[in-house]
Nanobody
Framework: QVQLLESGGGLVQAGGSLRLSCAASGRTSSTSALAWFRQAPGKKREFVAAMRWTGTGLYYADSVRGRFAISRDNAKKTVYLQMNSLKPEDTAVYYC???????????????????WGQGTQVTVSS
């Protein structure tokens, strides 16, 4: 089993920055891809960014490319999401997710991920 715990959310003014953290524990070696998703009230969960524990590939949704950056610290088993130039439309609950290795590599579809954190609220004011 793999457990994921997000932190770092909060209230920030438009144009500001936040860094989210996702601490992983358990059998992290059984996972291959890690991702961030977000969901606003009344809307579908949408892909934000993804990467693997190893390798150099980074993947972003068009809406955040150039503003957000996903990174990792393998020793700490932690994935980060640096969010810059935040906009009110970025307001949502942000979730960390992990995909089992046998399922393949990275994906932008929520249904392809097996483990999820509880989410952390990000609110961007105008």
């Amino acid at each position: 089993q793999v457990q994921l715990l997000e932190s770092g959310g909060g209230l920030v003014q438009a144009g500001g920055s936040l860094r989210l953290s996702c601490a992983a524990s358990g059998r992290t070696s059984s996972t291959s891809a890690l991702a961030w998703f977000r969901q606003a009230p009344g809307k579908k969960r949408e892909f934000v960014a993804a990467m693997r524990w190893t390798g150099t590939g980074l993947y972003y949704a068009d809406s955040v490319r150039g503003r957000f950056a996903i990174s990792r610290d393998n020793a700490k088993k932690t994935v980060y999401l640096q969010m810059n130039s935040l906009k009110p439309e970025d307001t949502a609950v942000y979730y960390c997710a992990a995909r089992m290795s046998y399922g393949g590599g990275w994906s932008s579809m929520p249904s392809d991920y097996n483990y999820w954190g509880q989410g952390t609220q990000v609110t961007v004011s105008s």
